[in-house]
Protein backbone atom coordinates (compact mmCIF):
# COMPACT_ATOMS: atom_id res chain seq x y z
CA UNK A 1 0.00 0.00 0.00
CA UNK A 2 1.32 3.22 -0.97
CA UNK A 3 0.46 6.01 1.34
CA UNK A 4 0.96 10.00 0.40
CA UNK A 5 1.16 12.17 4.15
CA UNK A 6 0.51 15.69 3.40
CA UNK A 7 1.48 18.28 5.38
CA UNK A 8 4.74 16.88 6.77
CA UNK A 9 7.23 18.53 9.16
CA UNK A 10 10.44 16.89 10.07
CA UNK A 11 8.53 15.57 13.68
CA UNK A 12 6.16 13.90 11.31
CA UNK A 13 8.85 12.38 9.32
CA UNK A 14 11.17 11.03 12.40
CA UNK A 15 7.59 9.39 14.35
CA UNK A 16 6.60 7.45 11.06
CA UNK A 17 9.94 6.11 10.04
CA UNK A 18 10.89 5.07 13.16
CA UNK A 19 7.93 2.50 13.33
CA UNK A 20 7.93 1.93 9.49
CA UNK A 21 9.91 -1.10 9.58
CA UNK A 22 7.05 -3.13 11.49
CA UNK A 23 5.11 -2.94 8.46
CA UNK A 24 7.53 -3.88 5.35
CA UNK A 25 3.75 -3.87 3.44
CA UNK A 26 3.13 -0.03 3.64
CA UNK A 27 5.55 2.32 1.32
CA UNK A 28 4.85 6.06 2.26
CA UNK A 29 5.80 8.96 0.07
CA UNK A 30 5.84 13.22 1.97
CA UNK A 31 5.19 16.07 1.02
CA UNK A 32 4.74 19.10 3.17
CA UNK A 33 1.68 20.67 1.08
CA UNK A 34 -1.47 20.37 3.01
CA UNK A 35 -4.29 17.71 2.08
CA UNK A 36 -6.77 20.54 -0.08
CA UNK A 37 -8.61 20.17 -3.52
CA UNK A 38 -5.90 21.49 -5.67
CA UNK A 39 -2.90 19.65 -3.55
CA UNK A 40 -5.10 16.46 -4.02
CA UNK A 41 -3.99 15.34 -7.35
CA UNK A 42 -0.58 14.85 -5.74
CA UNK A 43 -2.14 11.17 -4.43
CA UNK A 44 -2.28 10.03 -7.97
CA UNK A 45 -0.78 6.53 -8.08
CA UNK A 46 -1.44 6.60 -4.45
CA UNK A 47 -3.90 3.86 -2.39
CA UNK A 48 -4.03 6.21 0.42
CA UNK A 49 -3.44 9.49 1.74
CA UNK A 50 -3.21 10.79 5.09
CA UNK A 51 -4.27 14.49 6.43
CA UNK A 52 -4.35 16.18 9.44
CA UNK A 53 -6.00 18.72 11.41
CA UNK A 54 -5.79 21.46 9.53
CA UNK A 55 -6.43 19.27 6.03
CA UNK A 56 -9.47 20.49 4.08
CA UNK A 57 -11.22 17.43 3.29
CA UNK A 58 -14.62 18.61 2.05
CA UNK A 59 -16.49 17.37 -1.57
CA UNK A 60 -13.82 18.95 -3.63
CA UNK A 61 -10.87 17.53 -2.50
CA UNK A 62 -12.52 14.28 -1.64
CA UNK A 63 -13.82 14.27 -5.34
CA UNK A 64 -9.86 14.54 -6.59
CA UNK A 65 -9.18 12.09 -4.24
CA UNK A 66 -11.45 9.75 -5.64
CA UNK A 67 -10.46 10.56 -9.01
CA UNK A 68 -6.95 9.68 -8.23
CA UNK A 69 -8.36 5.94 -6.95
CA UNK A 70 -7.73 7.07 -3.35
CA UNK A 71 -9.52 4.62 -1.28
CA UNK A 72 -8.66 5.62 2.31
CA UNK A 73 -8.64 8.63 4.28
CA UNK A 74 -5.92 7.98 6.99
CA UNK A 75 -6.16 11.02 9.45
CA UNK A 76 -3.27 11.54 12.38
CA UNK A 77 -5.24 13.17 14.74
CA UNK A 78 -8.54 12.59 16.82
CA UNK A 79 -10.71 15.28 15.19
CA UNK A 80 -12.61 14.91 12.15
CA UNK A 81 -14.95 18.07 12.04
CA UNK A 82 -12.57 18.82 8.70
CA UNK A 83 -13.83 15.82 6.53
CA UNK A 84 -16.98 15.82 4.74
CA UNK A 85 -17.66 12.06 6.44
CA UNK A 86 -21.16 11.34 4.57
CA UNK A 87 -19.63 12.41 1.03
CA UNK A 88 -16.39 10.38 1.51
CA UNK A 89 -18.72 7.05 2.38
CA UNK A 90 -21.07 7.95 -0.72
CA UNK A 91 -17.82 8.01 -3.04
CA UNK A 92 -16.36 5.15 -0.95
CA UNK A 93 -13.80 6.47 0.89
CA UNK A 94 -12.56 4.42 4.03
CA UNK A 95 -11.44 6.93 7.02
CA UNK A 96 -9.88 6.86 9.48
CA UNK A 97 -8.43 8.36 12.68
CA UNK A 98 -6.81 7.81 15.74
CA UNK A 99 -9.04 8.53 18.64
CA UNK A 100 -7.09 8.37 21.63
CA UNK A 101 -3.10 8.40 20.98
CA UNK A 102 -2.33 10.30 24.98
CA UNK A 103 -4.94 12.17 26.48
CA UNK A 104 -2.63 13.18 29.11
CA UNK A 105 -0.81 15.19 26.33
CA UNK A 106 -3.69 17.43 25.54
CA UNK A 107 -4.93 17.57 29.35
CA UNK A 108 -1.55 18.62 30.31
CA UNK A 109 -1.37 21.40 28.19
CA UNK A 110 -4.64 22.69 28.93
CA UNK A 111 -3.77 23.08 32.77
CA UNK A 112 -0.10 24.04 32.04
CA UNK A 113 -2.08 27.19 29.87
CA UNK A 114 -4.37 27.44 32.92
CA UNK A 115 -1.46 28.24 34.90
CA UNK A 116 0.03 30.07 32.47
CA UNK A 117 -2.45 33.14 32.18
CA UNK A 118 -3.48 32.80 35.73
CA UNK A 119 0.23 33.54 36.86
CA UNK A 120 1.18 35.54 33.50
CA UNK A 121 3.98 33.24 33.33
CA UNK A 122 4.08 34.66 29.97
CA UNK A 123 4.77 38.18 31.03
CA UNK A 124 6.84 37.09 34.03
CA UNK A 125 9.29 35.42 31.50
CA UNK A 126 9.66 38.71 29.46
CA UNK A 127 10.28 40.69 32.31
CA UNK A 128 13.08 39.35 34.16
CA UNK A 129 14.85 38.77 30.54
CA UNK A 130 15.17 42.30 30.55
CA UNK A 131 16.29 42.68 34.78
CA UNK A 132 12.78 43.66 35.68
CA UNK A 133 12.33 42.25 39.16
CA UNK A 134 9.17 43.54 39.95
CA UNK A 135 5.51 41.65 40.42
CA UNK A 136 2.98 44.23 39.58
CA UNK A 137 0.05 42.91 37.11
CA UNK A 138 1.46 39.41 38.00
CA UNK A 139 -0.94 38.48 40.73
CA UNK A 140 -2.92 34.88 40.15
CA UNK A 141 -5.44 33.01 42.40
CA UNK A 142 -4.88 29.56 44.11
CA UNK A 143 -6.38 26.69 42.18
CA UNK A 144 -6.96 24.64 45.31
CA UNK A 145 -10.00 24.82 46.71
CA UNK A 146 -11.61 26.11 43.54
CA UNK A 147 -14.47 24.59 41.60
CA UNK A 148 -12.91 23.19 38.28
CA UNK A 149 -15.82 22.94 35.28
CA UNK A 150 -15.21 20.38 32.40
CA UNK A 151 -17.42 20.28 29.11
CA UNK A 152 -16.69 17.12 27.61
CA UNK A 153 -15.50 14.47 29.98
CA UNK A 154 -14.85 11.59 27.28
CA UNK A 155 -10.96 10.98 27.16
CA UNK A 156 -8.58 14.21 27.56
CA UNK A 157 -11.65 15.89 29.35
CA UNK A 158 -11.22 13.36 32.13
CA UNK A 159 -7.87 13.30 32.17
CA UNK A 160 -8.29 16.96 33.12
CA UNK A 161 -10.68 16.09 35.78
CA UNK A 162 -8.16 14.48 37.09
CA UNK A 163 -5.31 16.69 36.91
CA UNK A 164 -7.87 19.37 38.45
CA UNK A 165 -8.87 16.62 41.04
CA UNK A 166 -4.85 16.35 41.97
CA UNK A 167 -4.16 20.02 42.55
CA UNK A 168 -7.24 20.00 45.15
CA UNK A 169 -10.22 21.28 43.29
CA UNK A 170 -13.81 20.70 43.38
CA UNK A 171 -14.58 19.31 39.75
CA UNK A 172 -18.17 19.39 38.20
CA UNK A 173 -18.25 18.50 35.03
CA UNK A 174 -20.92 18.97 32.19
CA UNK A 175 -21.48 15.92 29.37
CA UNK A 176 -24.43 14.58 27.37
CA UNK A 177 -22.69 11.25 28.38
CA UNK A 178 -21.23 10.66 32.21
CA UNK A 179 -18.25 8.85 32.51
CA UNK A 180 -19.25 6.79 35.15
CA UNK A 181 -15.20 6.05 35.85
CA UNK A 182 -15.09 9.92 36.89
CA UNK A 183 -18.14 10.08 39.42
CA UNK A 184 -16.36 9.32 42.87
CA UNK A 185 -15.12 12.43 42.35
CA UNK A 186 -16.72 14.72 39.67
CA UNK A 187 -19.75 16.10 40.16
CA UNK A 188 -22.29 15.98 36.83
CA UNK A 189 -24.32 19.34 36.05
CA UNK A 190 -25.88 21.66 33.55
CA UNK A 191 -23.93 23.69 31.37
CA UNK A 192 -26.07 26.62 33.20
CA UNK A 193 -24.54 25.51 36.55
CA UNK A 194 -21.28 24.40 35.12
CA UNK A 195 -20.82 28.34 33.75
CA UNK A 196 -22.08 30.05 36.70
CA UNK A 197 -20.12 27.93 39.38
CA UNK A 198 -16.76 27.63 37.75
CA UNK A 199 -13.95 29.62 38.35
CA UNK A 200 -11.65 27.14 35.88
CA UNK A 201 -13.46 26.19 32.86
CA UNK A 202 -11.70 23.93 30.16
CA UNK A 203 -13.15 22.65 26.89
CA UNK A 204 -13.03 19.51 25.82
CA UNK A 205 -15.46 18.18 23.70
CA UNK A 206 -15.94 18.02 19.65
CA UNK A 207 -16.80 20.82 17.27
CA UNK A 208 -19.77 19.67 16.11
CA UNK A 209 -23.44 21.55 15.07
CA UNK A 210 -24.43 21.74 18.23
CA UNK A 211 -21.52 23.04 20.19
CA UNK A 212 -20.12 25.48 17.67
CA UNK A 213 -19.99 28.71 19.55
CA UNK A 214 -21.10 27.25 22.53
CA UNK A 215 -19.06 29.91 24.19
CA UNK A 216 -20.75 33.36 23.22
CA UNK A 217 -21.51 36.57 24.75
CA UNK A 218 -24.62 34.74 26.63
CA UNK A 219 -23.25 31.94 27.56
CA UNK A 220 -19.75 34.28 28.66
CA UNK A 221 -22.31 36.07 30.58
CA UNK A 222 -23.69 33.27 32.68
CA UNK A 223 -19.76 32.89 34.03
CA UNK A 224 -18.55 34.03 37.09
CA UNK A 225 -16.37 37.47 37.29
CA UNK A 226 -12.58 36.21 37.77
CA UNK A 227 -13.19 32.94 35.41
CA UNK A 228 -10.61 31.54 33.75
CA UNK A 229 -11.23 29.43 30.13
CA UNK A 230 -8.96 27.22 28.43
CA UNK A 231 -9.54 25.74 24.69
CA UNK A 232 -7.54 22.81 23.76
CA UNK A 233 -10.59 21.09 21.43
CA UNK A 234 -11.64 23.38 18.68
CA UNK A 235 -11.53 27.22 17.64
CA UNK A 236 -14.96 27.37 16.82
CA UNK A 237 -15.91 26.08 20.03
CA UNK A 238 -16.15 29.73 21.09
CA UNK A 239 -16.77 32.87 19.07
CA UNK A 240 -13.56 34.96 18.80
CA UNK A 241 -15.66 38.26 18.61
CA UNK A 242 -17.58 37.45 21.56
CA UNK A 243 -14.84 36.20 23.47
CA UNK A 244 -13.19 39.43 23.02
CA UNK A 245 -16.04 41.66 24.05
CA UNK A 246 -16.16 39.38 27.48
CA UNK A 247 -12.26 40.05 27.98
CA UNK A 248 -13.30 44.08 27.54
CA UNK A 249 -15.89 43.36 29.86
CA UNK A 250 -13.42 42.57 32.44
CA UNK A 251 -15.17 38.62 32.68
CA UNK A 252 -11.95 36.62 32.45
CA UNK A 253 -8.82 36.44 35.35
CA UNK A 254 -6.86 34.50 32.13
CA UNK A 255 -7.48 32.77 29.11
CA UNK A 256 -5.36 29.79 27.21
CA UNK A 257 -6.42 28.40 24.03
CA UNK A 258 -4.45 26.23 22.04
CA UNK A 259 -7.00 26.01 19.47
CA UNK A 260 -8.95 29.40 17.89
CA UNK A 261 -11.24 30.39 15.07
CA UNK A 262 -8.57 31.47 12.57
CA UNK A 263 -5.86 29.09 12.94
CA UNK A 264 -5.82 27.07 10.17
CA UNK A 265 -3.41 29.37 7.93
CA UNK A 266 -1.14 29.53 10.51
CA UNK A 267 -1.14 25.82 12.20
CA UNK A 268 2.73 24.71 12.17
CA UNK A 269 3.70 27.82 9.47
CA UNK A 270 6.39 30.44 10.40
CA UNK A 271 4.59 33.95 9.92
CA UNK A 272 6.43 35.97 11.39
CA UNK A 273 7.73 38.03 8.59
CA UNK A 274 3.78 38.84 8.14
CA UNK A 275 1.39 41.94 8.15
CA UNK A 276 -1.28 39.83 9.70
CA UNK A 277 -3.56 42.45 8.85
CA UNK A 278 -7.05 41.32 9.86
CA UNK A 279 -5.73 38.87 12.46
CA UNK A 280 -8.76 38.50 15.23
CA UNK A 281 -5.94 36.44 17.02
CA UNK A 282 -3.40 39.85 17.20
CA UNK A 283 -6.16 41.60 19.20
CA UNK A 284 -6.73 38.82 21.64
CA UNK A 285 -2.93 38.65 22.20
CA UNK A 286 -2.62 41.99 23.09
CA UNK A 287 -4.33 41.71 26.07
CA UNK A 288 -1.99 40.92 29.17
CA UNK A 289 -3.86 37.62 30.44
CA UNK A 290 -4.38 35.79 27.09
CA UNK A 291 -1.94 33.21 26.32
CA UNK A 292 -2.10 31.55 22.72
CA UNK A 293 -0.60 28.10 21.62
CA UNK A 294 -0.84 26.79 17.81
CA UNK A 295 -2.46 23.51 18.27
CA UNK A 296 0.61 21.85 20.24
CA UNK A 297 -1.97 20.02 22.81
CA UNK A 298 -0.67 16.80 20.99
CA UNK A 299 3.30 17.66 20.53
CA UNK A 300 4.78 15.33 23.13
CA UNK A 301 7.04 12.28 21.92
CA UNK A 302 4.91 9.45 23.44
CA UNK A 303 1.80 10.66 21.57
CA UNK A 304 3.73 11.24 18.20
CA UNK A 305 5.37 7.32 18.71
CA UNK A 306 1.46 6.76 19.53
CA UNK A 307 0.01 8.09 16.69
CA UNK A 308 2.45 6.76 13.70
CA UNK A 309 1.82 3.26 14.93
CA UNK A 310 -1.83 3.58 15.61
CA UNK A 311 -2.35 5.33 11.83
CA UNK A 312 -0.46 2.47 10.63
CA UNK A 313 -2.43 -0.38 12.39
CA UNK A 314 -5.38 1.26 10.72
CA UNK A 315 -3.58 0.97 7.19
CA UNK A 316 -3.17 -2.24 7.81
CA UNK A 317 -6.98 -3.11 9.00
CA UNK A 318 -7.73 -1.56 5.63
CA UNK A 319 -5.65 -3.36 3.91
CA UNK A 320 -6.35 -6.54 5.15
CA UNK A 321 -10.23 -5.48 5.16
CA UNK A 322 -10.90 -5.64 8.88
CA UNK A 323 -13.51 -3.16 9.94
CA UNK A 324 -12.24 -1.31 13.46
CA UNK A 325 -13.09 0.91 16.22
CA UNK A 326 -10.85 3.64 14.31
CA UNK A 327 -13.77 4.32 11.45
CA UNK A 328 -15.16 7.38 11.89
P1 LIG B 1 -13.83 11.92 23.21
O1 LIG B 1 -14.70 11.54 22.06
O2 LIG B 1 -13.17 10.85 24.03
O3 LIG B 1 -14.66 12.86 24.20
C1 LIG B 1 -15.51 13.90 23.79
C2 LIG B 1 -16.59 14.06 24.83
O4 LIG B 1 -17.38 15.20 24.50
C3 LIG B 1 -17.55 12.84 24.88
O5 LIG B 1 -17.67 12.36 26.20
C4 LIG B 1 -18.86 13.43 24.35
O6 LIG B 1 -20.01 12.81 24.93
C5 LIG B 1 -18.73 14.88 24.80
N1 LIG B 1 -19.68 15.77 24.19
C6 LIG B 1 -20.24 15.70 22.94
N2 LIG B 1 -21.12 16.70 22.78
C7 LIG B 1 -21.11 17.44 23.92
C8 LIG B 1 -21.80 18.60 24.35
N3 LIG B 1 -22.69 19.21 23.57
N4 LIG B 1 -21.55 19.08 25.60
C9 LIG B 1 -20.66 18.46 26.40
N5 LIG B 1 -19.98 17.34 26.04
C10 LIG B 1 -20.20 16.85 24.81
O7 LIG B 1 -12.75 12.92 22.60
P2 LIG B 1 -11.32 13.28 23.20
O8 LIG B 1 -10.30 12.31 22.72
O9 LIG B 1 -11.44 13.53 24.65
O10 LIG B 1 -11.03 14.65 22.43
C11 LIG B 1 -11.83 15.81 22.65
C12 LIG B 1 -11.49 16.85 21.61
O11 LIG B 1 -10.16 17.33 21.83
C13 LIG B 1 -11.45 16.33 20.16
O12 LIG B 1 -12.75 16.36 19.58
C14 LIG B 1 -10.54 17.29 19.48
O13 LIG B 1 -11.33 18.34 18.95
C15 LIG B 1 -9.67 17.85 20.62
N6 LIG B 1 -8.25 17.51 20.49
C16 LIG B 1 -7.32 18.51 20.52
C17 LIG B 1 -5.96 18.23 20.43
C18 LIG B 1 -4.92 19.30 20.50
O14 LIG B 1 -3.76 19.06 20.11
N7 LIG B 1 -5.22 20.48 21.00
C19 LIG B 1 -5.50 16.85 20.23
C20 LIG B 1 -6.55 15.86 20.29
C21 LIG B 1 -7.87 16.20 20.39
Request: hydrophobic content about 40%; proline content about 2%; aromatic content about 8%.
Amino acid sequence: MKILFYDTKSYDRESFDACLADFPTIEIEYTPHDLEPRSASLAEGCDAVCGFVSSDIGERTLDRLHACGVKLLLLRCAGYNNVDTTYAKQLGIRVMRVPGYSPEAVAEHAMALALSCNRRICKAYNRVRENDFSLAGLMGVNFYQKTAGIIGTGKIGAAMCRICSGFGMKVIAHDVYQNDSLKEFVEYVTLEELLARSDLISLHCPLMDSTRHMIRLETIRRMKDGVILVNTSRGALVKTDDLIEGIRMHKFGGVGLDVYEEETNNVFEDRSDEILEHSVTARLLSFPHVVITSHQGFFTREALQAIARTTLENAMDALEGKSSENDV
